[in-house]
């Protein structure tokens, strides 16, 4: 059984105990537990279930490689599924479910699969489940689904939040084990900023485990000192509970800080994402262990032989009474020497290298142990737990020769160097057959915006395995990364480390090297999605030779870990069946982030309200306390209308239409673009940039304008106004203020710098309402001031500026809805009190403010274009029946070469018509024209399509426009349109303004 | 061809599988071929695949430089969909999306074809305009799709907040049949239906140069050698332009990142595919369990097969904001890929300036949907030297200012 | 996320203050250009898969437009300039024939 030592665990406080629960059941561990580590305590080796065939599941790490021991956490608004066990801290109350299984932990349906685990090769699904056709979606796929998945779906609201640091250092360390304290200790002597991140809530890393000598010292007193000696340096950060996530170009970098996930009760963001910049990158990341590949290897308690020794060293919890060790190389004999140290049995020790040799294994054999050289593990038996192992010659195909008792197997198959965050932004690695790693290639390393490299490698995670040259390292890459950010200040000598002396590691990728099919089909590679051995090679045999091909066929190395443990032994496997080299067969790419990370930390603070930025006007305070029904539009939200009382939305906006019509309505027009155009050239290049005369316009008068883009295409129109001899003030479409502005720029930086132009975006400077129908000079010109208002000092299309009232006012009488109509510009700060003052005053006029929808009906009215209504970025003006717009004096203008290709210049193009349905009701949104015929592939050929489609309460029934084919020269003519229930609606082809047609109303 | 079965499994199940042969035959390059087609992912694939099939020419190469289905077939969130605006793109896409659901059965592989429905949110006025215009067209252009309001979008997706504070979801354009499919399956299907008609898939061929007399083509170079041929199909997505300039010629292609990400696997919590085009994001469910993410392009030339983490950061606040329910999962992976964007963002499949040489590329961000209807098109225009699912996307209707934009009705080419 | 130094402000801005704008040095072509040159102007690109030539604009900055040289398949930045100019300036060229011997661009080289 596993279980809790006595006088070990050098992270737990034995003095304080937690209680959380398992599946229901109450358990207690100790501050500074894992939620792994008090499991095991609580003698729960049984942590989970594969994700194919359900098959039982124990830790088989101690660290970030976990893919077993995976935990629903938590309830409610707290709620996280795929929480590994081995890097949770326990604390008081929390709750873990193990996942993947039905209906319980130990006795699970879906365990089945296991009987037919034959009958489900690599790959299976694409060879069967086709016939008949509709069973995939409604049966097959249903069944797959709901045994797939790991985790529950969350359900309800995060209760958490989350936040982002921004960090610009000169040296970034990613991992604070002695090499990374090493490095941010040199770094940080030499004078550069430091960040130095370490994803455990320890420092340390394996060395104080091992317990090596550092400096004379044991490695735990040395990791004290220098971890004193860096928080001394003020020009040094170091965080606990932070992974390096990623590594992207540029040095740009990602930390994920975990701040209370151990303790909930602390305050404050859960998750903290740090988006840093940094000159270098250190990635001192260290290595994990290898599993082996033999028969049984996935049963619970065949575990990583270091973890074993870190939950006995750590945590003071042995995995089993009786633990068989398993190895290719000398480290794993420390294991068995921690445990037998700890009292507890070691039965042998199974080393596949026929005659090794060393201080570790010496004293193995001095402390009593049995070391079997050349051996292997034939098969591992036992249900959800080690029951015993047989043994064999790894040189044979796996006759048991002798079968030992045991309830733990500690395996060790080497190390890999954790190269992932070297690789993420393209640092290239390198097999070193010695050491049978990959390791970072010196030569290939990722470069930066200067082309140099900005990622250094140290530690074991550059390959240095012994304390000695890991500790050396560290200090080297620190001084040469803070020396290439321009910091060499003199600082102390680099530590040094000592080693017990270690035999060479023998690559062991199957045990025996001669097993069986039977055997290789029980060999796990992949332990959460239940690859093995013969799965990669029935990949091989199929041609899926490429290491690509083979993980997506076989899902080796896809699953939550991504392969951390899986990949190498997988790929080592693939190479010999391919008869290649492991290094030609090559590595999968390795993505960010290094291990998961919350959504939530990458959304950080953007939820909710802050998820965009709203933009206001001085009077969408008044607006939104005055029944306003917004929309989005751009970052904006306009109201679409103003609903009162006992209204619905519809009756609000045929009011609003009605009272602008017959007595006077406001409209808050603040959206609208207003772009300064300044400068001694600003006509000439007005003149481009529109497609009409603007340069001719007289000081004091206003012109409508269209611009093109250069393809041609209409991209924005308003009102432009004529301030003084060399000032424009051109209006945008709301929301297109800051791409025309853009836009005028580019012109201006990048094709015309020549000319003498000023644009100034003045459009948050500006309240501007518009005062429209027929009472609205009589309401302005109750506010007093100390203009003449009348139609003959202030005619239709002309502005003037001065006071209305007790405001400095801009007033421009142009008009969107056919009315009389004044458009009021005041400073922004006065918005609101304007706008107070209108409603006011405009009480016995009958004043109502008006939204977005009765604009666009009143505009439709009188025939009005609407840039995004009847321009969609394919339409262009001569479609709207705009060529008075287009200045044919003019040599050049956007657009205009555009115009001239076969197919701008096609007679055949559809045109704006107004559109009447013979029964007077209104137009489907989006409804075509159609025609008769289909065309070659069998699609209704059509003849025109709607624009804008409303019901019209001034004249009681639908009006639209629409683009028809050749539609002008149609007048009268009665066409069909279709409505999605496959039936038609006929509609008259007509003039588009359906109201005032001589303008009379809005020019008196 | 041994055909697969649930019976020819059980039947290797007794015999430890050694019985299957290779997918795709490993062949060397012939000394010349019918066609070749430079670019062994999807589209390369599918369009061997019904030269052979629909017009019996078979002696055909598919050149791959590096692995088959390596490119973007591989690297895509697996949309599939035809709820297009314009008649040209709606018809290529129904047509893919038409094959896609006998492909399993016509390839003999089990390419996971999942018509599970497919929303795409309207968040605006003006996407409820432009997602009912599209309604409309679809209605007439044969693609089923429906205007549907927001509380059956909440039924079809009830992990959906559907009144978040900033873009409450208006409504959605429903395409039923739309889904996903397994994306790799579909190359390997492909590529093992193409072997089995004599067809050399050729891999870690890399062409370096295109060959020519007179103005017509008459073979490539390559890291294998020279192999001549009568036509040459290019099919190198994201390359395109590189590939182009061998044969000498510009296209009006740029190439730009697409970002995608998956979460960890979670039990079954969402049936549909859903996109938020306001918002930027896209999501559906693998039948693994993983929530599949897509988002924005960089707006700069990368062939990095990396992207930068900001469009990520996007993404996922959209999608958080949509279905807050995923705040809690965490991201497993992310990665990028190279795609091809034309100057209005709709493909080219097309004959080339060159006589004999034909293009297919500049499908942006939607690809992998287009596979079987792409492939059907350009073995067409191939075989035939004109395809009426080709006409419109000629390579040179941009001289004539005759473009196929679908960003009109607030749809990105997803 | 790449940073690119603003030649107008001194800026090394993030890319997140940047606005991308598509292929540098393009020669507008207007009334009285023929199709072709049209099209070429409007849509044929150099896309390379190499040194490449681009503008940006400090959007989120000084809002200046500039250009930069930069290698798409790596990233390196070779040089800002600024956008006042129908071809890179002398230094910028050397940069980047220092790091890429043989390069050519359009008819740059």
Redesign the interface.
């Known amino acids: 059984m596993s279980t809790r030592l006595t006088g070990m665990g050098r992270l737990i406080n034995k003095g304080k105990a937690v209680e959380f629960s398992f599946n229901g059941k109450n358990l207690r561990g100790f501050e500074g537990d894992t939620l792994a580590s008090a499991l095991l305590a609580n003698d729960q080796m049984l942590m989970g279930r594969s ?1 194919k065939y359900h098959r039982p599941r124990g830790v088989v790490g101690a660290g970030a490689e976990e893919p077993n021991a995976l935990v629903n956490l938590g309830e409610g608004g707290q ?4 929480q590994r066990a081995t890097t949770t801290e326990v604390f008081d109350g929390l709750q873990a479910q193990s996942q993947n299984h039905w209906p319980s932990l130990e006795y699970d349906v879906g365990a089945i699969n296991t009987a037919f685990a ?2 489900l ?1 690599a790959g ?8 008949p ?1 509709a069973f ?2 409604h049966v097959y ?1 249903p069944v ?3 045994s ?11 209760a ?1 939040t989350y936040e982002h640091f921004h960090a610009h250092v000169d040296v970034l360390v990613v991992g604070g084990g002695i090499a990374g304290l090493a490095a941010a200790h040199a770094a940080g002597e030499a004078g550069a900023r430091v960040l130095l991140m370490e994803q455990t809530a320890d420092w340390g890393g394996r060395a104080v485990v091992d317990a090596p000598m550092i400096d004379g010292i044991p490695a735990e007193d040395w990791v004290k000192n220098t971890v004193q000696a860096i928080e001394n340096m003020s020009n040094v950060d170091m965080r606990l509970r932070c992974m390096g996530a ?1 590594v ?5 970098a ?1 930390g994920y800080e975990r701040l209370t996930d151990h303790a909930p009760e602390i305050e404050g963001p859960r998750h903290r994402l740090w ?1 840093i ?1 940094a000159k270098q990158i250190i990635t001192a990341t260290g290595a994990i262990e290898r599993p082996l590949s033999f028969a049984g290897n996935d049963i619970p308690g065949v575990t990583l032989a270091a973890a074993v020794r870190d939950y006995v060293v750590n945590y003071g919890v042995s995995m089993g009474d009786r633990t068989v060790v398993v190895t290719n190389n000398d480290d794993a004999y420390r294991t068995a020497l921690v445990l037998k140290k700890a009292g507890l049995d070691i039965p042998a020790i199974i080393d596949a290298r026929p005659d090794a040799e060393g201080p570790l294994i010496d004293e193995a054999r001095a402390l009593g142990i049995r070391v079997e050289q050349g051996k292997a593990i034939a098969k591992v038996k036992g249900g959800k737990r080690v029951k015993s192992v047989g043994i064999c010659a790894q040189a044979g195909e796996g006759a048991v020769l002798e079968e030992i008792a045991c309830d733990c197997v500690a395996m060790s198959g080497g190390w890999s160097p954790v190269v992932h965050l070297w690789s ?3 640092g290239k690695l390198i097999w070193d057959a010695d050491q049978v790693m990959f390791r970072p290639d010196h030569e290939k390393p990722p ?5 140099q490299p900005f990622v250094i490698t140290a530690g074991t995670a550059n390959g240095h395995l012994f304390t000695a040259e890991a500790v050396s390292d560290g200090w080297a890459a620190g001084r040469a990364a803070a020396k290439v950010a321009g910091h060499s200040k003199r600082g102390s000598q680099s530590p040094l480390g000592e080693d017990a002396e270690e035999g060479p590691i023998s690559p062991v990728w199957l045990m025996p090297q001669g097993a069986s ?1 039977e055997l290789r ?1 029980k060999a796990w590679l992949d332990f959460q999605n239940d690859v093995k051995v ?1 799965d990669v090679q ?1 990949a091989a ?6 290491v ?2 083979t993980k ?2 076989t ?1 080796l190395g896809m699953a ?1 870990d ?1 392969g951390k443990l899986s990949n190498i032994n997988g790929l080592a496997i693939l190479s010999q069946s391919l008869n290649a080299d492991i290094p030609n067969v090559g590595t999968t ?1 390795f ?3 290094y291990t ?5 930390a ?3 603070a ?4 802050l ?2 930025p ?1 933009r206001k006007t001085p009077v969408s305070a008044w607006s939104n306390a005055n029944g306003a029904d917004n ?3 751009g970052q904006w939200r306009r109201p ?1 209308t103003y609903v009162r009382e006992g209204e619905s939305v519809h009756d609000a906006v045929n009011r609003e239409v009605k009272n602008a019509r017959e007595n006077v309505g406001l409209l808050d027009a603040s959206t609208l673009g207003k772009l300064i155009v300044k400068g001694p050239d600003a006509g000439k290049f007005l003149d481009l940039m529109y497609t009409n005369m603007t340069s001719t316009l007289p000081v004091g008068k206003c012109r409508y304008g269209l611009m093109c883009s ?3 295409f209409l991209m924005d129109d308003g009102v432009v106004v004529r301030m003084d001899d060399d000032t424009w003030l051109c209006h945008t479409t709301t929301g297109g203020a800051e791409r025309i502005h ?1 836009h005028m ?2 012109w201006l ?3 015309w ?1 020549d000319m003498q132009v000023y644009v100034a975006n003045v459009t948050e400077q500006y309240a501007q309402i518009a005062v429209v129908g027929p009472k609205a000079r009589k309401l302005l010109q109750k506010l007093g001031g100390d203009m003449d208002l009348s139609a003959e000092a202030l005619p239709f299309m002309q502005w003037k500026a001065g006071r209305i009232g007790e405001f400095d006012a801009r007033v421009f009488r142009i008009s969107f809805s056919g009315e009389l109509s004044y458009e009021v510009a005041v400073p922004a700060g006065q918005g609101a009190a304007f706008w107070d003052s209108l409603i006011a005053a405009g009480e016995e006029f009958g004043v109502m403010p008006y939204g977005t929808e009765a604009l666009h009906i009143m505009r439709a009215e009188k025939g009005f274009i609407m840039i ?2 009847e321009t ?3 339409v262009i003006p001569q479609d709207l029946n705009l060529n008075w717009a287009l200045s044919k004096k003019k ?2 203008y956007l657009g ?3 115009h ?5 210049a096609d007679p055949n193009r559809w045109k704006l018509v107004g559109l009447e349905t013979v029964d007077g009701s209104v137009l ?5 024209a ?1 025609a008769t015929g289909e ?6 050929n ?1 003849q025109g ?1 709607v624009t804008s489609t409303y019901y019209s309460p001034t004249l009681d029934r639908g009006i639209a426009m629409g683009l028809v084919h050749k539609g002008p020269d149609r007048m009268g003519e009665v066409i069909e349109f ?1 409505k ?1 229930d ?1 039936t038609t609606i006929a509609a008259k082809i007509v003039d588009p303004v359906f109201y005032d047609k001589e303008g009379a109303k809005q020019n008196v | 061809m041994k055909r697969y079965s649930a019976f020819a499994v059980a039947r290797e199940a007794m015999r430890q599988h050694k019985g299957w042969d290779r997918a795709w035959a490993k062949r060397a390059p012939k000394k010349k071929y019918d066609v070749i087609i430079v670019g062994a992912g999807g589209h390369g694939l599918a369009t061997a695949y019904y030269l052979g099939k629909n017009f019996g020419i078979t002696n055909v190469a598919v050149l791959e430089k590096g692995w088959l289905g390596g490119g973007n077939t591989g690297r895509n969130t697996t949309i599939i969909r035809s709820n297009y605006l314009q008649d040209p793109s709606a018809a290529i896409y129904e047509k893919a999306r038409s094959l896609y659901e006998t492909m399993s059965q016509d390839l003999n592989y089990n390419v996971m074809f999942s018509p599970r429905g497919l929303i795409m949110l309207a968040q605006t006025q003006h996407e409820v305009r432009g997602y009912q215009r599209t309604a409309q067209a679809n209605a007439l252009q044969g693609v089923q799709t429906e205007w549907i309001g927001p509380q059956r979008v909440k039924e079809l997706c009830p992990i959906m907040n559907i009144s978040g504070p900033r873009y409450p979801v208006l409504g959605g354009l429903y395409q039923e049949r739309g889904g996903t499919a397994r994306h790799d399956a579909v190359a390997w299907g492909y590529a093992r239906a193409c072997s089995d008609m004599g067809m050399d898939i050729i891999q870690q061929c890399e062409v370096t140069g295109v060959r020519q007399q007179n103005g017509k083509v008459v073979g490539v170079d390559t890291s294998q050698g020279a192999i001549d041929c009568d036509k040459l199909g290019m099919v190198v997505a994201g390359h395109a332009g590189v590939m182009a300039k061998m044969a000498g010629f510009r296209l009006p292609i740029e190439s730009v990142a697409l970002q995608a990400l998956v979460s960890e696997p979670i039990k079954p919590c969402m049936d549909v595919v859903v996109m938020a085009n306001t918002v930027h994001g896209y999501m559906s469910q693998s039948d693994k369990g993983e929530m599949v993410i897509g988002g924005g392009t960089d707006g700069f030339n990368n062939y990095t097969q990396r992207g930068s983490f900001h469009h990520i950061e996007e993404t996922v606040r959209a999608l958080v904001e949509t279905f807050p329910m995923i705040s809690r999962l965490k991201m497993l992976r992310q990665w990028g890929g190279i795609v091809d964007v034309t100057g209005d963002r709709s493909p080219i499949l097309s004959k080339t300036p060159v006589d004999g040489v034909f293009v297919n590329c500049g499908w942006g961000t939607g690809g992998f949907k287009a596979i079987p209807g792409s492939g059907w098109a350009m073995a067409e225009l191939m075989a035939k030297g004109q395809s009426p699912l080709t006409d419109e996307f000629s390579m040179y209707r941009f001289r004539e200012g005759k473009f196929i934009d679908e960003s009109v009705a607030a749809g990105v080419a997803h | 996320m790449l940073t690119l130094h603003c030649p107008y402000c001194g800026v090394d801005a993030d890319e997140t203050d940047l606005h991308a704008g598509g292929e540098a040095h393009l020669k507008r072509a207007s009334t009285g250009s023929s199709d072709d040159a049209f099209e070429d102007y409007l849509f044929m690109r150099e896309n390379p898969k190499g040194v490449h030539f681009e503008r940006w604009r400090h959007a989120y900055g000084c809002g200046k437009w500039f250009l930069a040289a930069r290698c798409t398949a790596t990233l390196q930045v070779f040089g800002t300039y600024r956008a006042q100019t129908h071809e890179p300036p002398q230094d910028i060229k050397d940069a980047i024939s220092a790091q890429r011997p043989g390069w050519s661009w359009g008819n740059f080289r």
């Open positions: 994700f709620f996280e599924p795929n034959r009958f090769p299976f699904y694409y060879k069967m489940f086709m016939y056709r995939w979606k796929e797959i689904r709901k797939a998945g790991l985790g529950r779906a969350p359900k309800d609201r995060d958490s990623g992207y170009d540029h040095g740009y990602l988006r910049r993420h932004c393209g470069t930066g915006a200067d082309g099919h089909s013969s029935l045999q199929e041609g899926f030779e490429s690509e091909h997506r066929y899902t939550t991504q790419t993505r960010p982030p998961p990370i919350s959504m939530g990458i959304t950080g953007a939820r909710d309200d998820f965009l709203v929309e989005p539009v679409y250069e393809n041609g853009a720029e580019d930086q990048c094709e710098w995004g209504d969609d970025g394919t040599e050049d205009k070469r555009a001239l290709r076969s197919h701008m489907p949104d989006g409804a075509y159609i065309n070659a592939n069998g699609q209704r059509t399509r279709n999605v496959g």
